[in-house]
């Protein structure tokens, strides 16, 4: 069984910066990505970033790429998304999620476990 707990979410002003983390516990051998995804009001999850675990690479969606930054601290099981020139389009519920990946890392279907996510404001 696997636990991911997220963290690091609140409202910031446009152009300002939050660092989201997410902690995972249980039997994290069945993991080979762990991705971050994000959900608006009234619209589809999407994915934000993701990364294979043990030192593999990142994957970034478009709307995000140069802006936000996935890692990993092997030590301490946690994954990190520093986000920084935040725009109000980027509020949502952001999750966290690991998985096996085999649908891709940028794929909710790649992903069996989710966190219960944070919310991020973003105003203008």
């Known amino acids: 069984q696997v636990q991911l707990v997220e963290s690091g979410g609140g409202s910031v002003q446009a152009g300002g910066s939050l660092r989201l983390s997410c902690a995972v516990f249980g039997y994290t051998y069945s993991i080979n990505f762990m991705g971050w995804f994000r959900q608006a009001p009234g619209k589809e999850r999407e994915a934000v970033a993701a990364?294979?675990?043990?030192?593999?690479?990142?994957y970034y969606a478009d709307s995000v790429k140069g802006r936000f930054t996935m890692s990993e601290d092997n030590a301490k099981n946690t994954v990190y998304l520093e986000m920084n020139s935040l725009r109000p389009e980027d509020t949502a519920m952001y999750y966290c999620?690991?998985?096996?990946?085999?649908?891709?890392?940028?794929?909710?279907?790649?992903?069996?476990?989710w966190g219960q996510g944070t919310q991020v404001t973003v105003s203008s």
């Open positions: 999620a690991g998985g096996w990946g085999s649908r891709g890392p940028l794929s909710t279907g790649s992903y069996n476990y």
């Open positions: 990364i294979q675990t043990r030192g593999g690479l990142a």
